[in-house]
């Protein structure tokens, strides 16, 4: 059973003792501590998360269960970081101890004869005290602390309104994530465009193996066209589901093709006319396609 206790009365043991005591009390403070502030912070997450449920309903949001959750858990997360790293001095325990286990400011006192007791023994000046006095404030302390159960006076307790309100708020973010969103549709619509981007990418990757492997394009022509298509492959799979930003990369890079056809090489310009053709398949740019990435 954790207790405040435990230790013999040896001269020697009396100071390690008080210490010892004093650690296991600014551990069960710690855990108090932040269980209570956690309880305040579930509200606050849960208010957070029923915000941003409101707001992706008048916006198009993308994994709206995981935004709903990020409020409460970084919540959460600052209390479990502050009440681990927060500074609780032995002194500032010892009284929060006196003061919530009744003890009558025994602790605090006796550590602070501690150290009186070790500044008087590296000689500095300061006000004395009857040794046995001392010793029987000290003896005291200590017997008082042995009978102290610190899960017994320091329990961890229920906050019954900040409980309440959290559980209210959830509630609420749990019927706007159930009800219908006006937003599904135009997520939806992007990541289909999204989809079909991505196959387009695959397609321009095989239109870049096709120019690699012509013939009747000049070198220089032929850098500077796999370029442009490296660039489109790459700016097609980072659409976010933009169906016009998809459509005008492919109608960019046949805009390219057309202004690099030179009319004096028939060869060449079959072949550019070729990948300008398919370029235009990829866009989607027939009459019946404007619509279909």
């Not at 032995?90 to 009186?116: C, F, H, N």
């Not at 310009?269 to 300008?276: G, H, I, K, V, W």
Request: charged letters at 30%; one cysteine or more; hydrophobic letters at 50%.
């Amino acid at each position: 059973m954790d207790q405040l206790g435990g230790i013999q009365r040896s001269p020697g043991s009396e100071a390690a003792g008080l210490r010892a005591m004093l650690s296991r009390a600014r551990r069960r403070l710690r855990l108090r501590d932040g269980w209570l502030w956690a309880q305040h912070a579930l509200w606050a997450g849960c208010l957070g998360g029923v915000l941003v449920q409101l707001a992706g309903r008048l916006w198009p949001v993308e994994r709206l269960w995981f935004w709903t959750l990020v409020p409460l858990g970084a919540c959460l997360l600052a209390v479990a970081a502050y009440s681990l790293l927060r500074r609780l001095p032995l002194l500032l325990v010892a009284r929060r101890a006196d003061a919530e286990l009744g003890l009558k400011e025994r602790l605090a006192t006796s550590l602070l004869l501690e150290e009186w007791q070790q500044a008087r023994s590296e000689g500095e000046e300061v006000s004395a005290f009857q040794p046995a006095l001392v010793a029987r404030q000290k003896a005291d302390a200590l017997a008082v602390a042995r009978s102290v159960d610190l899960r017994r006076d320091m329990p961890l307790t229920w906050l019954k309104r900040p409980l309440l309100a959290a559980a209210g708020l959830a509630a609420l973010a749990l019927i706007l994530a159930v009800l219908p969103n006006p937003m599904d549709p135009i997520l939806a619509e992007r990541r289909a465009v999204a989809q079909a981007a991505e196959e387009q990418a695959e397609a321009v990757e095989e239109l870049r193996e096709e120019v690699e492997a012509a013939q009747e394009l000049r070198p220089e022509e032929r850098e500077e066209l796999l370029r442009r298509l490296e660039e489109l492959a790459r700016e097609l799979r980072a659409n976010p589901g933009d169906r016009e930003e998809a459509l005008a990369g492919l109608s960019e890079v046949e805009e390219a093709l057309r202004q690099e056809l030179d009319p004096g090489a028939d060869a060449r310009q079959a072949a550019m006319e070729a990948l300008a053709a398919q370029l235009q398949a990829l866009a989607g740019q027939g009459a019946g396609e404007e619509t279909d990435l």
